[in-house]
């Protein structure tokens, strides 16, 4: 089974699986986010930029991001996208959010929320790493 199997978690498909081998749930729905823009980081083919790990923006990693050359903080309304702020939650794409743990720039990730074709990219143990503590946890 690749990654892309179970892909959009409708039309008779199985439902999507996150890293931790559960279902996959909703990363953001304000801002809206994911490939298919529907709020969970689901995938297919067409998704080439791997639209999986659902991450929780940091200051850090947004200016970083913008170092590299995917400002995602500055709003673009042509495309109806607002810009992405500290504590937001958006589907970011693995290989980027690898590059930026390689880097130090890593955000924490929600693994509940982050898809299983995030392990082509990046492995579960630095996913686990980068956790975003669940509510009432800790």
């Known amino acids: 089974m690749t990654p892309f199997d179970d892909a959009g978690g409708g039309g008779g498909r199985r439902p999507s699986l996150n890293v931790l081998g ?23 083919p067409a998704d080439i930029g791997s639209h999986t790990v659902c991450a929780v923006m940091s200051a850090a990693f947004l200016e970083y991001s913008a170092s590299v050359g995917n400002d995602l903080a500055t709003p673009a309304p042509q495309f109806g996208f607002a810009g992405l702020k ?48 669940e509510p009432g946890l800790g």
């Open 86 to 133: 500290p504590g937001d939650r958006w589907c970011l794409c693995a290989p980027r959010w690898e590059q930026a743990r390689r880097a130090g720039f890593a955000p924490n990730v929600v693994l509940n929320a982050t898809h299983q074709g995030a392990l082509e990219f990046c492995s579960l143990e630095d996913l686990r790493d980068h956790a975003e503590p």
């Open 22 to 44: 559960g279902p996959l749930r909703p990363c953001s729905v304000n801002p809206v986010t994911g490939f298919f823009r529907n709020g969970c980081c689901d995938t297919a």
